[in-house]
């Protein structure tokens, strides 16, 4: 089945409706893969989620982390660990194996909090861009007090290609950007954006991990990206020329490989190309 389904997840707190968009090969015949956005809501993954699904013999589920994207957020489920859990329990819902975990800034913290669970069920994930260490030296940049012009200078290599005007979003565009905000605000913690114990959990991932990183991102810089690779177990580190902090929104098409070829090398079953 492909489109958007929605699902009823029980965790040991209570349940969460998670809403999940499904695209590509049927269930079986494409390798699969879990796209986690970041604090810009489900719209900074879509279209690459489509390209992946269009290009490649993928099957890419995109889900809606609760509170973003007008979906609803239990209050609580207010942390990074507690949404790898239900991330987890997706998987094992689906009845997913094999799957690559992609994850970029807030969602690449989600994806190693999933690896860091261990589950069988994951094959390789790969981190863009992300957030969630605590790097001594390489502070995450404070966005929250930034307008959309501010935070565009320091997210992309070229902003001039993504401005756009506040005052042309309807009330219901400008609602949900306001709940984005205050659900990456819960999320982020009481640490800017780090859980302090996430480094030494890390050291215990078996996963493969690529670490991909835009190295024009002045939200978190190319050092804080090649800590992140250092703290997985044989993780590689690859810079991305010529893009920011979401390359899967800047430059698709030069990432698309990236992230295929290395989801491709590390398969247990490789799908028909």
């Known amino acids: 089945m492909t489109g958007t389904t ?3 997840l029980s965790l ?12 590509g090969r049927p269930q079986g015949e494409g390798h699969p893969f879990l796209l986690l956005h970041g604090g810009g809501g489900p719209q900074t993954v879509a279209l690459f989620a489509g390209l992946l699904a ?16 007008g979906a609803a957020r239990p209050t609580w489920l207010t942390d990074v660990p507690t949404l790898a859990q239900l991330y987890a329990q997706l998987l094992d819902t689906l009845g997913l194996e094999d799957v690559t975990v992609v994850g970029n800034s807030i969602g690449g913290w989600i994806a190693a909090e999933l690896a860091a669970l261990g589950s069988d069920r994951i094959s390789s994930i790969v981190l863009v861009n992300a957030v969630g260490i605590q790097v001594p030296g390489h502070p995450v940049a404070d966005t929250f007090p930034l307008s959309p012009g501010e935070l565009a200078q320091l997210s992309f290599h070229d902003p001039s290609k993504f ?11 400008r609602a949900v950007m306001v709940a984005n905000r205050a659900a990456l605000e819960v999320y982020s913690g009481p640490n800017a954006m780090a859980d302090p114990t996430l480094l030494e959990r890390l ?3 078996t996963h493969p991990t690529l670490v991909a990183w835009g190295e024009s991102d002045q939200v978190v810089d190319a050092d804080y990206g090649r800590a992140w690779a250092d703290a997985v177990p044989g993780a590689r580190f690859e810079l991305l020329p010529g893009t920011g902090h979401m390359p899967q929104v800047e430059t698709p098409a030069e990432f698309l490989p990236v992230v295929w070829d290395f ?10 190309h």
Request: aromatic share 4%; charged share 20%.
């Open 6 to 8: 929605s699902h009823t």
């Open 12 to 23: 040991a707190q209570g349940d969460v409706d998670l809403t999940i968009d499904v695209q």
């Open 54 to 69: 269009e290009q490649r013999p993928a099957r890419v589920i995109t889900p809606v982390h609760p509170g973003f994207g």
């Open 163 to 173: 401005r756009f005007d506040p005052s042309t979003l309807s009330d219901a565009q």
């Open 203 to 205: 050291a215990k991932v």
């Open 263 to 272: 989801a491709d090398a590390h398969a247990t079953n490789r799908p028909t």
